[in-house]
């Protein structure tokens, strides 16, 4: 079982008792503040559309004409009324997800959204009164706008103090912490930590420590309904996986007669979470979860693929210029060559050539063997990260490209070789392999990536085991929208340059 602290997002099973007449106040501000954010990105993607349509295309032919239906409000309408309504029908305006989670239902929403315009443009034969370019370019405008505006929207909400949804977790132990550490992580789901519960007398003396701020315990399980009365609070985390399965289900059931909803997290970390979906047997009361293995599958596989070669190819011919600069100013700063060639593992257990662009001394393995020999804390750093913070092995045009991740650059060609993926597991040493045990089979499963989990969730401030349990939540979990998320995520990992060394 996977360590919980490499949990990216805490999985766990949603128990909905929406109380007849429970209205949170904020809610009245941020369903119509949302509506209005996305009617707005709509629109101007819709204007930016028309621009683009009326001023741009007809320089590339005659194929545009500038012979257009201009009738922005007919297809203001239409735009508005489907796409929000789609929207709202995905629970978009009612559900609280992190960014990128709810960035990837956004997009599919609206994709969906135009598809359905588009279709009924052409089978009801409307061409004359639409143009479906407009519609297209819409489309790709609103797919940046609406998750750029509901950032926007949604920080604003939070600093009015609007988008503040007031919690109590039931649990002051390690998973409560956990849970309690992961929504103050991501201020975009807007929960705000009131207090725990906690049956243990001790704990209500001292309170619960997270991220340097500590909690009060409120009470003991039982004062729920009162503690609830006083705070008004009426949204539940049960975070109490040591509980035995009965006394956890009669509580469960008691708080669903007087809370507004109910989260409970389960002893079930490391469960892969991607594609799991919920089903019950009714006459049993049995919950059920049903998995798959995305990775499993040979089309997504085949996609996985294709999306590297599609998006590698042309990153490679752009960055042409800049790998020459690079690989000349490695000649100059040290003796040795520009590219650095490493064996490591990849999928199947195959080994490789990684290349690098050359960052250390040409006799770095020799200096790295006194180092461990005359110095325990170099040992003992090593041990932990596999790594060495002030290195003395790294030359100073190497320092800048480890800072900068653009030593990693030459990995591209391995991308188009079909050795590494844009986005994966990082490679490892035969050495490396024994530190994995059984997760070494899921590692196996992709193609090691330039980037990945890791390298957007501390790199090397983190412990190795952390880093092996990422890479193999990374494997279980895998889709095509996180490999899209990872690679956005990691540009601003890299502007922010944490971790790196």
């Known amino acids: 079982m996977i360590n919980p602290e490499v949990k990216q997002e805490i999985p766990y099973q949603v128990v909905r008792s929406r109380l007849p007449g429970v209205r949170t106040i904020p809610a009245l501000y941020t369903i119509p503040a949302l509506i209005m954010t996305d009617a707005l990105?709509?629109?101007?993607?819709?204007?930016?559309?028309?621009?683009?349509?009326?001023?741009?295309?007809?320089?590339?032919?005659?194929?545009?004409?500038?012979?257009?239906?201009?009738?922005?409000?007919?297809?203001?309408?239409?735009?508005?009324?489907?796409?929000?309504?789609?929207?709202?029908?995905?629970?978009?305006?009612?559900?609280?997800?992190?960014?990128?989670?709810?960035?990837?239902?956004?997009?599919?929403?609206?994709?969906?959204?135009f598809l359905l315009i588009l279709a009924s443009v052409s089978l009801g034969k409307m061409s004359g009164?639409?143009?479906?370019?407009?519609?297209?370019?819409?489309?790709?405008?609103?797919?940046?706008?609406?998750?750029?505006?509901?950032?926007?929207?949604?920080?604003?909400?939070?600093?009015?103090?609007?988008?503040?949804?007031?919690?109590?977790?039931?649990?002051?132990?390690?998973?409560?912490?956990?849970?309690?550490?992961?929504?103050?992580?991501?201020?975009?789901?807007?929960?705000?930590?009131?207090?725990?519960?906690?049956?243990e007398p001790a704990k209500k003396k001292s309170g619960l420590k997270v991220n340097g701020t500590c909690f009060p315990v409120l009470g003991s399980f039982a004062d729920c309904e009162e503690i609830m009365a006083k705070t008004g609070v009426g949204?539940?985390?049960?975070?109490?996986?040591?509980?035995?399965?009965?006394?956890?289900?009669?509580?469960?059931?008691?708080?669903?007669?007087?809370?507004?909803?109910?989260?409970?997290?389960?002893?079930?970390?490391?469960?892969?979470?991607?594609?799991?979906?919920?089903?019950?047997?009714?006459?049993?009361?049995?919950?059920?979860?049903?998995?798959?293995?995305?990775?499993?599958?040979?089309?997504?596989?085949?996609?996985?693929?294709?999306?590297?070669?599609?998006?590698?190819?042309?990153?490679?011919?752009?960055?042409?210029?800049?790998?020459?600069?690079i690989a000349l100013a490695v000649r100059l700063d040290s003796p040795g060559p520009a590219l650095f060639a490493h064996r490591r593992i990849g999928r199947n257990g195959r080994s490789f050539n990684c290349y690098k662009f050359r960052s250390m001394v040409t006799n770095a393995q020799?200096?790295?063997?006194?180092?461990?020999?005359?110095?325990?804390?170099?040992q003992q750093e090593?041990?932990?990260?596999?790594?060495?913070?002030?290195?003395?092995?790294?030359?100073?045009?190497?320092?800048?490209?480890?800072?900068?991740?653009?030593?990693?650059?030459?990995?591209l060609l391995n991308v188009l070789r079909g050795e590494m993926s844009l986005v994966g597991p990082r490679p490892i040493t035969d050495q490396e392999i024994a530190h994995f045990g059984n997760h070494i089979e899921n590692y196996y499963l992709v193609r090691p990536g330039i980037t990945g989990?890791?390298?957007?969730?501390?790199?090397s401030e983190m412990g190795y085991q952390r880093r092996v349990g990422l890479e193999s939540w990374y494997v279980c979990n895998w889709s095509l929208w996180t490999d899209i998320s990872l690679l956005i995520r990691t540009l601003t990992t890299l502007i922010l340059k944490y971790g790196a060394y």
């Open 41 to 113: 990105a709509l629109s101007v993607s819709l204007w930016l559309a028309w621009k683009v349509r009326l001023v741009l295309l007809p320089m590339f032919g005659s194929l545009y004409s500038l012979k257009v239906t201009v009738d922005f409000n007919h297809h203001l309408l239409w735009v508005l009324v489907v796409a929000i309504s789609y929207l709202a029908i995905d629970g978009l305006y009612t559900s609280r997800l992190p960014f990128w989670r709810e960035t990837g239902r956004t997009l599919k929403v609206i994709m969906l959204s």
């Open 366 to 378: 020799d200096v790295l063997s006194d180092l461990l020999v005359n110095s325990q804390e170099v």
């Open 453 to 459: 989990l890791w390298q957007v969730s501390g790199r």
């Open 129 to 199: 009164e639409f143009s479906r370019s407009v519609l297209v370019l819409c489309c790709l405008f609103a797919l940046a706008l609406l998750p750029i505006g509901r950032w926007a929207s949604k920080t604003l909400l939070w600093r009015q103090g609007w988008w503040g949804q007031s919690v109590l977790v039931l649990g002051a132990g390690k998973t409560g912490a956990l849970v309690v550490k992961a929504l103050l992580r991501d201020r975009y789901l807007g929960y705000q930590i009131r207090g725990f519960l906690d049956d």
């Open 382 to 411: 090593w041990q932990y990260h596999h790594k060495i913070k002030d290195d003395p092995r790294i030359t100073r045009v190497g320092k800048f490209l480890r800072s900068a991740s653009l030593d990693e650059l030459p990995q």
């Open 235 to 325: 949204d539940l985390i049960v975070a109490a996986p040591g509980m035995a399965a009965t006394g956890l289900v009669d509580l469960v059931i008691s708080l669903q007669r007087i809370a507004s909803s109910v989260t409970v997290v389960p002893d079930l970390f490391g469960l892969p979470a991607e594609g799991v979906k919920a089903d019950y047997f009714f006459d049993e009361q049995m919950l059920t979860f049903r998995l798959g293995n995305n990775l499993a599958n040979p089309v997504n596989r085949i996609i996985k693929r294709c999306f590297d070669f599609i998006i590698g190819l042309p990153i490679s011919i752009i960055l042409l210029p800049l790998l020459a600069v």
